[in-house]
């Protein structure tokens, strides 16, 4: 049988409610708690009404004791608890798709959106340390990558490569890129991957999608009792509310301001993968690297944002890199359709019979490019064949939305700002001096 769920009480006082360690009013004091924040309660109110709570909703230390009322005066009263509301994003999908699609600023063949990100540094005004040239890329997944795109990775002299992807699936496919960065994911997944040291070619794996599908609910949010203080448990669950609303056809969220709530999931609910990539960057012996995920846009492009944030860039600087991405478009969605093909492949040959019941639900379909596409010839635009699907691309694609980005630099704002959500997750300022010590060109010395 469950347990009823816990009595709770609304603070009313317009200057919300002192809050002392102990039930003893001498006892030391810890803060307030916020008008309109909701605590549960902890045990039976004392005759002195004073109430031991833990805190549910709003601000203010998050246990303790308050008084119910001071000489007749209510400070609080009792409430029922209610789902929150779920503020939804909801923006615009305008956007410029310039060019076909097909701009590789690298000659990669089959691999899309390979870029070096020092040629962010056009914001206005330019920065004062222009970011060092062939220290950091981001890029398109390697999984079809031709023998030649292999071999010209090799030039790069890369040292590590930060997967952002959650290597299920499509995103685990086996490929030949693991021979040059261990360890495959399916190794990763089967805890057979021996460890690399830093300054090893290696591939570090920090999914930011993780657990980010739909999942059952937990005891705490069938009861809507999830702690609005704990930034990650309240936003799986806001996020969890949301892909249900989604599901049950609640609400008309376009692919935007779905992404918008896909890197809100991933700065709060999965900080801890946000953290990992941002750490590999402080070291000088992981350099160079390159960091990316499917397309190199939405989970490459918030990693890219924070990076260009610490590094002091403009918000101009940020978006403009952002939008780069759709210059690329094209060749984004003939890289992910071919890397798509082979991961069919590989399931057709291993699990047969999965690989029927993907075919009957229709998971299997036609596509535009398959593993027969060569891919770009290096350092040229497609040729006739190679064009024959963009004509029949869909008009958003692979693009990326400049108000996704508007949204999610709104949203660290919120948070003070880049640097301080960075620094709430465990990236403090010698973090960021180190980032920009590797990353920035030296500063100009003063003449003597």
Same mark, same amino acid.
């Given at each position: ?242 892909i249900r609303m989604n599901m049950e056809k609640k609400v008309d969220l376009n692919t935007a301001s779905n992404l918008c709530a896909l890197n809100r999931a991933i700065l709060f609910v999965n900080a801890d993968e946000v953290l990992k990539a941002m750490k590999v960057l402080t070291e000088e012996q992981n ?19 924070? $990076? ?9 600087? $940020? ?105 709430? $997750?465990g990236f403090g300022a010698q973090d960021v001096a180190k980032l920009r010590e590797l990353l920035l060109e030296p500063s100009e010395q003063p003449e003597r």
């Amino acid at each position: 049988m469950t347990a009823p769920p816990p009595a709770a009480w609304r603070v009313i006082s317009e200057n919300g409610a002192l809050v002392r360690e102990e039930a003893d009013l001498k006892s030391r004091e810890l803060g307030r708690v916020t008008t309109g924040a909701v605590l549960l309660q902890e045990a039976p109110v004392s005759l002195s009404s004073r109430l031991r709570f833990r805190l549910l909703r709003g601000t203010g230390p998050r246990a303790g004791f308050v008084s119910v009322k001071i000489k007749g005066k209510a400070l609080l009263e009792e409430c029922e608890l209610e789902t929150p509301t779920t503020h939804l994003p909801r923006v615009t999908m305008e956007v410029e798709m310039p060019g076909d699609g097909f701009t590789a600023w690298f000659p990669f063949r089959r691999v899309a959106n390979f870029r070096d990100l020092a040629d962010s540094t056009c914001g206005s005004p330019p920065p004062k340390r222009p970011l060092r040239r062939g220290r950091l890329f981001r890029s398109g997944h390697f999984a079809a990558a031709q023998p030649e795109d292999l071999a010209y990775l090799e030039t790069f002299g890369l040292r590590t490569y930060v997967d952002l992807r959650d290597g299920l699936d499509l995103e685990g496919a086996d490929a030949p890129i693991y021979e040059r960065f261990p360890p495959s994911p399916r190794a990763q997944r089967d805890g057979a991957a021996a460890d690399r040291s830093p300054g090893q070619p290696r591939r570090v794996w920090c999914p930011f999608s993780k657990d980010l599908k739909l999942r059952p609910w937990t005891n705490e949010e069938k009861a809507n009792l999830v702690p609005e203080w704990d930034r990650k448990a309240w936003h799986s669950w806001w996020y969890q509310r949301l892909i249900r609303m989604n599901m049950e056809k609640k609400v008309d969220l376009n692919t935007a301001s779905n992404l918008c709530a896909l890197n809100r999931a991933i700065l709060f609910v999965n900080a801890d993968e946000v953290l990992k990539a941002m750490k590999v960057l402080t070291e000088e012996q992981n350099y160079p690297v390159v960091f990316g995920c499917v397309a190199g846009k939405d989970r490459t492009g918030l990693l890219a944002c924070l $990076i260009l944030s610490a590094l002091g860039l403009d918000q101009e600087a $940020i978006l403009t890199d952002y939008l780069k991405t759709n210059q690329a478009s094209e060749h984004i969605n003939a890289c992910a359709q071919v890397g798509m093909a082979l991961w069919w492949k590989q399931v057709e040959q291993e699990d047969p019979r999965r690989f029927k019941m993907m075919q009957k639900s229709g998971q299997v379909h036609p596509l535009q490019y398959d593993a027969s596409w060569p891919g770009l010839r290096p350092g040229a635009a497609m040729d006739g064949d190679a064009a024959s699907g963009a004509a029949t691309a869909s008009e958003h694609g692979a693009a990326v939305f400049p108000q996704t980005m508007a949204y999610t630099l709104e949203m660290l704002e919120e948070e003070g700002g880049a640097l301080a959500y960075l620094d709430s $997750i465990g990236f403090g300022a010698q973090d960021v001096a180190k980032l920009r010590e590797l990353l920035l060109e030296p500063s100009e010395q003063p003449e003597r």
